[in-house]
C-alpha cells in the first residue's frame, strides 16, 4: 500500500463549516492511501468565535480533494472557499473578498457564511 501526501499554504482564503463551528483555514495537508480509497485531510485552522488554533483530521471524499485541489492551483488571493463538511458529504462556492467587504451589513441577519 502506497501513500502520497499533498500539502498546500494556499488554502489562507478558506472558511469551513464544520460539526456546527465555523474556521478560518491556515492550511490544509492531504494524504491518500492508495488501495484503501480513503482520503484523510487536516485542515489548519482557528475557530471564529474565539480564535482557537485545531488541527481538524477530516475524511474526504475523492470530489473534495479535486476541489482543494483545482483551489490551490487558482493562486488568487481574492477568492475565498466556502466549505461546509458534514459527515462524507460537503457543500462548497467560491466568494470574492472584494465582493464580500463591500456588501451592506444588516445587523439582524446571523453572524455566519455557511
Known amino acids: 500500500m502506497e501513500s502520497s501526501e499533498v500539502k498546500s499554504k494556499k ?13 478560518f483555514v491556515n492550511g490544509v495537508n492531504v ?7 480513503k482520503i484523510n485531510a487536516v485542515f489548519h485552522a482557528k475557530r471564529a468565535i474565539d480564535d482557537e488554533s485545531q488541527d481538524l483530521d477530516i ?7 479535486d476541489i482543494l485541489l483545482e483551489y490551490a492551483k ?3 488571493l481574492d477568492l475565498i ?22 456588501q451592506p451589513t444588516n445587523l439582524e441577519a446571523p453572524g455566519y457564511v455557511v
Not at 494524504?31 to 480509497?37: D, F, P
Open 81 to 102: 472557499l466556502v466549505l461546509r463538511i458534514e459527515g462524507l458529504s460537503n457543500k462548497w462556492c467560491l466568494m470574492s473578498e472584494d465582493w464580500m467587504k463591500n
Open 59 to 65: 475524511e474526504i471524499n475523492q470530489g473534495l480533494y
Open 74 to 76: 487558482l493562486d488568487k
Open 31 to 37: 494524504q491518500i492511501e492508495e488501495g484503501v480509497g
Open 11 to 23: 488554502s489562507r482564503n478558506v472558511i469551513l463549516s464544520y460539526n456546527n463551528k465555523l474556521y
